[in-house]
């Protein structure tokens, strides 16, 4: 499930990070990230703004997965464990913490080149459930249209008064 517009997974956005995510065994959202030259910060090392998106993308996805609500970042936190080099692949691992009211605690783990790579960067998240009206009211108009578009093409099945 994604928004083909959105930075981090979008298939269309050009210089978009193009994070695949999936549910896994014991509830878990697994992600990657392909690190080209194009996410640079210090020469031949990604860019840690840039990681940090991709696990805002990677939490936000867990979120969007495992509990099917809108939800925003409000607070991220991460960690940058080791350097992160252009042509690595970080293998990112995301769970549910916890639900308190409409706060969402994530957290995930990034490794270098396999899914028992060394960590290189961790992150936490605290999401906040908000309602549609949040990106009809913020956002524009259009864009919601085509996103409630795509996910009653795809059934997708939303709560939408979370
Ligand atoms: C259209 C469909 C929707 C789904 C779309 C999914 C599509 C694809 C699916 C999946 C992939 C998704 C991948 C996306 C990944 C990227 C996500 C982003 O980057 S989101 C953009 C950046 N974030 C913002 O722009 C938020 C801006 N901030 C706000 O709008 C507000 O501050 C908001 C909504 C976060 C909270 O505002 P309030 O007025 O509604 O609520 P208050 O009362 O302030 O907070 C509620 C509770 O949360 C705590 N809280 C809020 N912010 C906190 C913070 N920074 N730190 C600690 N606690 C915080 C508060 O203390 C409060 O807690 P107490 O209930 O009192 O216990």
Avoid at 59 to 80: H, I, K, Q, Y
Avoid at 95 to 104: E, Q, T
Wanted: glycine share 12%; aromatic share 6%; proline share 4%.
């Amino acid at each position: 499930m994604h928004y083909n517009e959105c930075f981090g997974c979008g298939d269309d956005v050009e210089g978009g990070l193009h994070i695949q995510s999936a549910v896994a065994e014991g509830m878990v959202v697994v992600s990657q990230f392909e690190v080209t030259d194009a996410h640079q910060g210090a020469p031949g090392l990604a860019h840690g703004g840039l990681l940090a998106c991709a696990f805002d993308e990677a939490l936000g996805s867990t979120v969007g997965n495992l509990l099917r609500r809108p939800a925003v970042t409000g607070r991220l936190e991460t960690d940058f464990r080791r350097p992160v080099p252009v042509g690595s692949t970080l293998h990112i691992v995301a769970r549910l913490d916890g639900v308190a009211g409409r706060k969402i605690y994530v957290s995930a783990d990034g490794r270098l080149d396999a899914e028992d790579g060394p960590i290189a960067v961790q992150a936490r998240a605290l999401f906040v459930t908000v309602g549609f009206e949040h990106f009809t009211s913020h956002g524009h108009t259009d864009a919601m249209q085509k996103f409630r578009q795509a996910r009653t093409r795809e059934r997708e099945d939303w709560d939408i008064n979370p």
